[in-house]
DNA sequence: ACACAATATTCATCAGATGACTTGTGAAAA
DNA sequence: TTTTCACAAGTCATCTGATGAATATTGTGT
């Protein structure tokens, strides 16, 4: 087994056997290096892989701490991959979507609150009374996170998230029948917010699906070229 | 930005660009060092961090190239990942599991062809003829990877292999009551199977719901220590 | 008790040297 | 000609040591 490997796996086992914990610090590289059997250098790029797997995470001057452990924190990483898989892989994604946030939906509508009810109309209303793309197009994420969390699986919403960062990349709102998009995805909103109102999980879950398809199939029409910053 | 983050971003940037294509080798790391700016150990430990994304893969001797970027093939990178989930966080992976597994149990039900309804037959019948708990976990995992396979998403079949794997560490079938385990199991089994063959999407998601839901109430039940290899 | 500066600890980065592995090349043998 | 083998070049893997930068701690003076 390689160094870094070598060092990949002590640290794995320290962390599945509890010797550390989420979020104790560990000890300094020299030290965890000695421990483990190999180079300052292997240890750090270890540190760094795990880092990337959201496993680890080392605060300059500080230390180097184990994360949560939390899948939806784990899964907050992993943006910088969506943004580069090939766009049939992103297709793939809402499929996913429709499925899972359907599921999310329908829980949603079974346990709804005011709160939640409270929060979801007014987004629906903001949604409704803007042209800015920009803003549509965060308003509309916070409207499906907020559903999937009421969903209560914290794992779940942060898949969604990760899933939906992509496609916002695309910016279907500004495409060439923006006014059109706008109008179709403020109908399924209030299509998916009157469900949870009537606490009907069925019918929750199949508008959340015609919406889900919905956002996919103009996706496919426009294809417009992501957004790349950085 | 620090000089890791500036080798990672510039890396990305060169994929997304097409400059690095996927499978494409890369310069040497020395050359791609001056390119970014950034020491070798920098780009070492950037190379590192988008290896265990799945994004990269040195070989040692041969030269550093960008991977396919499949999401079904950068998922399997992942199960060092799920190994590490509180227990807790596995019981939200099994919720999506049902939610997902359905989904696709309903889509292999839609399109289900002669050689698929031929591998499950097979699988069951084995299934049921063995008590060999080890055989069974494995006849058990290609069963449900075969009926993700061919509901058509690469993406969402690799997540439930993902997921699947950590449950399988806790070996329900050898547990106290493996006899009743490995009875209700292979019933539900039978059930999914006679619901693919029937094509029938809405008792296939229905049964694979059930038979997921009845996995995780064994696991709840019995809560086994993991067996941590390595 | 508080504010602030000095000190210590720790991670971040770089440079250079050496080892290990893969691959292609070319010569020798069949 | 084809196959086999040794060798050399290219490349990643690892280690060591030194220096810089950010943070945490300590001590001091008010």
Redesign the pocket.
């Known amino acids: ?7 990949m796996q002590g640290l794995r086992a320290k962390i599945a056997s509890g010797e550390l914990a989420p979020g104790q ?9 000695a421990q483990l ?9 270890a ?2 892989a795990l ?1 990337a797997l959201g496993v680890m995470e ?7 701490y184990v994360s949560s452990l939390e899948p939806a924190e784990i899964l907050k990483g992993f943006a910088l991959l969506v943004d580069i898989f090939p766009f049939d892989s992103v297709l793939e994604l809402f499929e996913i979507r429709r499925a899972l946030e359907s599921h999310a939906a329908a829980a949603a509508a079974a346990r709804s609150t005011p709160e939640l009810l409270a929060e979801l109309d007014e987004l629906v209303a903001k949604m409704e009374a803007t042209e800015n793309s920009a803003d549509i197009s965060d308003l509309d994420a916070r409207f499906h996170e907020a559903i999937c969390e009421a969903g209560g699986n914290a794992t779940l919403t942060g898949l969604m998230t990760l899933f939906r960062s992509r496609g916002r990349h695309f910016n279907i709102f500004d495409s060439a029948e923006g006014a059109k998009v706008r109008e179709v995805s403020n109908k399924g909103h209030r299509d998916i917010l009157e469900a949870i109102h009537r606490r009907d999980p069925a019918s929750a879950a199949t508008a959340t699906a015609a919406h889900v398809a919905q956002s996919e199939f103009w996706l496919k029409k426009f294809r417009p070229a992501p957004q790349l910053e950085g």
Chains 1, 2 share one sequence.
């Open positions: 087994m390689s160094a870094v490997e070598t060092a610090k560990c000890p300094p590289e020299g030290e965890l290096a059997g190999v180079s300052r250098s292997s240890l750090r790029e540190i760094r880092s080392a605060r300059h001057g500080s230390g180097t």
